[in-house]
């Protein structure tokens, strides 16, 4: 007992209170949206009476006001991100309880953290037949996610003092810094977030989408989320609003740091990025052989083939989600090469997740080391990224993600099977819900969704999502021995 008297439980209630107050204020748009829309605005106030004394509590607690962390206190930043992520999840899914659309707890929660976690896996059977207001909150679970909860916490933390860039760095997706502070690179990240979203809305207003749908297209692609309000997600769009969509998601997959430099005029030390490279690399090979395939293998045009292919490519890697298409229709070798997609992820510090484009580059290095040695076993060869070397400690924390992300799908899959989900469909699920892609393979492809799951699976699959979200380390360390000690 007086080891957990040791947490800083007034920091973890101050952080709790702001994120309330992040969702008090999108309660608030949805109230407006649905009022606009004349539809029941009372599962949005009951949200925020259901959060507001815990605001109240800690807005009027002095201690909690003024909580800081504890100088080399190492365990309050991982507690915090992973229950903040479970937190957000739970409160998210009030306003689908609240609403009269017959969706269990389990089935919300669900919904809830698949939008949070930008992951875009849905049990919703119906998507339209919600009423705007809830699409609304549930795309927006996604814009708010994409960032990174985290990241808007400190935005509106001034005083937090939570040492500088630790809590920002456990947050998965925005690991590379644009400038030293996390407040000041937290802003940065917004901006260039938020222009993004503003310039998708626009293009897509231009190609005759309506303006709710825009708004809801636009916070599934910039947090590359997935979340449409259509059934069909994307597949009954005109091309022009494909090709959007499409050049969208590819810049939000793209690492926010090349972001900045290119609007700093800084172009040729973007492009000389080896991720940005790689990631480009990845899209242009897959796709094109997709496309070939397509074309050569149905009886498609060499248009459709190309927009099919290269739609379905960049929604997989950047784990948006998005669909066109049906891939399962597709060639059996095509689908199986989708799956292997799925294990390639975005670019880091975008907000796209997987196992990310930067990952498999010092793999890819380090593989070449290896052949090196075996002819010149006395060489020195540090592994280099972006023509800077690499120390040793942090290349084999990389190769040590990687090893332990494929046996996590392994034993994802595996328990998947074990509540009663065949073997193509629970790798699939595993997949793309630690990968934070949305659709997978099996049962539950792009043409289906996850409500005939077992509650045991689903529950499952949350854990992968939280834990893909947060890349693995933040929450397996959690039931670590040394974690435990510490406390």
Known sequence: MNKFSQLNINLSLKVVSRIMLIVTASMTICTIIAAHYNENISPYLYTILAILPVIIFSLL??????????????????????????????????????????????????????????????????????????????????????????????????????????????????????????KSAGFRLLLIYIGLTIAEVIFLLLGKMPLFDSVCHAFGTVATGGFSPKNTSIADYSPYIQYVIMIFMLLAGTNFTIHYLVLHG???????????????????????????????????????SFRSSFFQVISI?????????????????????????????????????????????????????????????????????????ISEESNSKVLGFIGLYFIVFLLGSLALTFTGIDIQTSAGAAATSMAGIGPGIGSVGPAANFYHLPITSKYILIFLMILGRLELFTVLILFSRSFRRAL
């Not at 937190?87 to 609240?98: C, E, N, Q, R, T």
């Not at 930008?118 to 996610?145: C, N, Q, V, Y």
């Not at 990845?282 to 796709?287: A, M, N, P, W, Y």
């Not at 997609?341 to 510090?349: D, E, P, R």
């Open 266 to 304: 800084k172009i040729g030390k973007a492009i000389k990025n080896e991720e940005l490279r790689l990631y480009l690399f990845f899209v242009l090979l897959i796709g094109t052989i997709i496309t070939l395939g397509l074309f050569f293998n149905t009886n498609r045009s060499f248009e459709s």
């Open 61 to 182: 607690n002095p201690n909690i006001r003024k909580a800081v962390q504890k100088k080399n206190n190492k365990r309050d930043p991982y507690l915090i991100v992973t229950f903040s992520w479970i937190l957000i999840g739970l409160v998210g899914s009030l306003p689908y309880i609240f609403n009269d659309v017959n969706i269990s707890f389990t089935d919300a929660f669900f919904e809830s953290v698949s939008g949070f976690t930008t992951t875009g896996s849905s049990i919703l059977t119906d998507i339209e037949a919600l009423p705007k207001s809830l699409l609304f909150w549930r795309s927006m679970t996604h814009w708010i996610g994409g960032i990174g909860i985290i990241v808007l916490v400190i935005l509106i933390m001034p005083g937090m003092q939570i040492g500088g860039y630790q809590l920002f760095s456990k947050e998965s997706s925005l690991q590379e810094k644009i400038s030293p502070k996390a």
């Open 317 to 389: 890697i950047t784990c948006t989600g998005f669909a066109s298409d049906d891939y399962l229709l597709w060639p059996n070798f095509l689908w199986v090469l989708i799956f292997f997609t799925m294990f390639l992820g975005g670019s880091t510090g975008s907000t796209a997740g997987g196992i990310k484009i930067s990952r498999h580059l010092i793999l890819l290095k380090n593989i070449r080391r290896r052949f090196i040695l075996m002819m010149s076993p006395l060489a020195v060869l540090p592994v280099r990224y972006n023509s800077k070397s």
